[in-house]
């Protein structure tokens, strides 16, 4: 059973164990530095059914320096990214600031929830110039501890993923949020690996986060396809944040790793559903399933029978449907003799022997 946490409400959703998931579609770089491609990618998340869109509030310079050398270039192959320095990803993958309220009217038009998250204190007051309902702090960003200070400072509801963070470091962070004026809080389970494979996801730390934490817990999911997340809300997630980006073939910065509609659209129902299908302990038949109790077997007159036979194996047995006696009492039947002729096909009473 999962417990729940402290009430979290983020527009007009709430957020938790007895609500539907709550489902992010981030955009991130997903843009290609086109606004009119931003347009449609909230469109296409908003006819998929998720229920908010979330931006990455930066510029190059506020996440590091210009330089092309050293730590400062990715030179790992089994990266994305190798080739290009971090300046430069960073300058292909941000957000124009001056496209963040375009963005967010059009989200507020087609009724999803629009946030972001911020790198530095300064995208926080950009942020709030915008009144954000939320914000959501980066796994690399998890140990920025000003950086978490500064938001919390807001009042607003946070989701933080926890990406590398060890439990000591998510208690620190947890509480600094909490000291700094945060009270409705979403940690999200993350593997940092950009795409993460199953192996890593390790979503059997959900439920011990919750207990740990306690508040809601989520899944931000960089795995390819839908299989993680719904196995994330069986095990009690109750918000999911995938990237997502309209053709995967287009390119991008993220778009390896990004669901494209239909996914998104899949992810919604099968999340739905199975957060549906968690129900609670019980056992018998439910409303449902009591008009199938007449398909169990029990035990039935298989030959006519005159007054006097004696019931054998061959002449009773368990049989569908089930208005007879029950088939555990076959045993004490056997041996015993009927009362009166009995046909073929009669539910087997006690009132016949």
């Known amino acids: 059973m999962c417990l729940p946490g402290v009430i979290v409400?983020?527009?007009?959703?709430?957020?938790?164990?007895?609500?539907?998931?709550?489902i992010i579609a981030e955009m991130s770089g997903n843009h290609n530095r086109s606004l009119e491609r931003a347009f449609e990618i909230v469109k296409a998340a908003a006819q998929a059914g998720a229920h908010a869109l979330k931006l990455q509030t930066y510029t190059a310079d506020t996440m590091t320096l210009d330089l092309s050398e050293r730590e400062f270039f990715i030179s790992d192959d089994k990266s994305l990214w190798t080739g290009k320095s971090l300046h430069e990803l960073y300058q292909q993958a941000y957000t124009p600031w001056e496209w963040h309220k375009p963005i967010f009217d059009l989200c507020r038009e087609l009724d999803l929830i629009a946030f972001s998250t911020p790198f530095d204190e300064t995208a926080v007051d950009f942020l709030e110039?915008?009144?954000?309902?939320?914000?959501?702090?980066?796994?690399?960003?998890?140990?920025?501890?000003?950086?978490?200070?500064?938001?919390?400072?807001?009042?607003?509801?946070?989701?933080?993923?926890?990406?590398?963070?060890?439990?000591?470091?998510?208690?620190?962070?947890?509480?600094?949020?909490?000291?700094?004026?945060?009270?409705?809080?979403?940690?999200?389970?993350?593997?940092?690996?950009?795409?993460?494979?199953?192996?890593?996801?390790?979503?059997?730390?959900?439920?011990?986060?919750?207990?740990?934490?306690?508040?809601?817990?989520?899944?931000?999911?960089?795995?390819?396809?839908?299989?993680?997340?719904?196995?994330?809300?069986?095990?009690?997630?109750?918000?999911?944040?995938?990237?997502?980006?309209?053709?995967?073939?287009?390119?991008g910065v993220d778009s390896a790793f990004s669901l494209e509609p239909k996914e998104m659209a899949m992810l919604v129902t099968e999340t739905r559903c199975v957060w549906k299908a968690l129900g609670t302990v019980r056992y018998g038949a439910t409303e449902a399933e009591k008009a199938s109790r007449v398909f169990r077997r029990s035990l039935y007159v298989a030959q006519d029978l005159q007054a006097g036979e004696v019931l054998t194996r061959q002449n009773l047995r368990a049989i569908r449907p089930g208005h007879g006696l029950a088939p555990k009492y076959l045993k004490n039947l056997l041996g015993r003799k009927v009362s009166q002729p009995v046909k073929r096909g009669t539910p087997m009473q006690w009132e016949l022997v």
């Open 129 to 251: 110039s915008l009144d954000v309902p939320c914000y959501k702090i980066a796994s690399f960003e998890n140990t920025d501890i000003a950086l978490i200070q500064k938001v919390a400072a807001t009042g607003k509801p946070m989701i933080i993923s926890t990406g590398m963070a060890s439990v000591g470091e998510l208690s620190e962070t947890v509480c600094a949020a909490r000291e700094a004026g945060c009270k409705e809080l979403v940690l999200l389970k993350c593997t940092s690996t950009y795409p993460a494979s199953p192996e890593n996801t390790n979503l059997r730390a959900i439920p011990h986060m919750r207990e740990l934490f306690n508040c809601e817990v989520g899944l931000s999911d960089h795995t390819m396809g839908v299989g993680a997340s719904v196995g994330a809300i069986a095990l009690g997630a109750t918000v999911i944040e995938k990237h997502f980006t309209l053709n995967r073939a287009d390119g």
């Open 9 to 22: 409400r983020i527009g007009n959703r709430v957020i938790g164990v007895n609500e539907t998931p709550f």
